[in-house]
């Protein structure tokens, strides 16, 4: 099933518990075989996919190929799986900067405890 492109960015609510970040590039799966995901599995989850299409995928490229989503998230995805942050808060801040910047249909947020 093609992801749903919103003509407004949708906001994806990351779970702490199951959101995999901060392990060095290129490390982190939309969805591992333990249900942890990166940034961009929740949103495609927030955009229709389903969990088997976007399951031991490494980017939402490999999942869907060149449509819908025509975007390079080679940014998101380094700032996902980066090292360099103390705090789940500044990845956050750092991830929708990003995508405010480049006009990405999402805008990530932390669940609440």
Not at 2 to 26: F, K
Not at 88 to 106: F, I, Q
Request: glycine share 8%; net charge negative; with cysteine.
């Amino acid at each position: 099933m093609p992801l749903t492109i919103p003509t407004e960015p949708i906001t994806v609510v990351l779970d702490p518990a199951r959101w995999v970040r901060g392990t060095g590039s290129g490390s982190s799966y939309l969805l591992d075989a333990e249900g942890g995901m990166c940034c961009w599995g929740f949103a495609c989850l927030a955009l229709g996919a389903s969990k088997d299409e976007i399951a031991h995928e490494s980017t939402v490229y490999t999942a869907f190929g060149d449509a819908p989503l025509r975007l390079d998230l080679a940014d998101q995805y380094e700032i996902n799986d980066g090292v360099g942050f103390a705090h789940d808060v500044d990845r956050v801040r750092e991830l929708n900067r990003n995508a405010e910047a480049r006009k990405l249909p999402v805008r990530f947020v932390l669940k609440e405890a």
